[in-house]
Nanobody, 122 residues
Framework: QVQLVESGGGLVQAGGSLRLSCAAS????????MAWFRQATGKEREFVAG????????YYGDSVKGRFTISRDNAKNTVYLQMNSLKPEDTAVYYC???????????????WGQGTQVTVSS
């Protein structure tokens, strides 16, 4: 079993930055592929970014490419999402996800965190 706890959400003005963190516990973190998703009110869940075991495979959703950066620290069992140049349309609940897959998926993950709210004001 894997437990995921997100932190770092909050309110920020457009153009600002936030860094989300996701701490994992329960099993060997370095064997997990990790990802961030988001879901805005009234919209479907959207893939934001995914990262492989050793950070060699990294993928981003089209809407965040060039603005967001995913990274991981296997020694700290933590994955991060650095969000720069934030826009009001980035407002959503952001979820951390984990899976035992070999490469990051844009859809299917076994474990999910509770989510953290990010609100970007215009």
């Amino acid at each position: 079993q894997v437990q995921l706890v997100e932190s770092g959400g909050g309110l920020v003005q457009a153009g600002g930055s936030l860094r989300l963190s996701c701490a994992a516990s329960g099993r060997t973190f370095s064997n997990l592929v990790m990802a961030w998703f988001r879901q805005a009110t009234g919209k479907e869940r959207e893939f934001v970014a995914g990262i492989g075991w050793s950070s060699s495979r990294i993928y981003y959703g089209d809407s965040v490419k060039g603005r967001f950066t995913i990274s991981r620290d296997n020694a700290k069992n933590t994955v991060y999402l650095q969000m720069n140049s934030l826009k009001p349309e980035d407002t959503a609940v952001y979820y951390c996800a984990a899976d035992w897959a070999r490469v990051p998926s844009t859809t299917t993950y076994e474990y999910w965190g509770q989510g953290t709210q990010v609100t970007v004001s215009s």
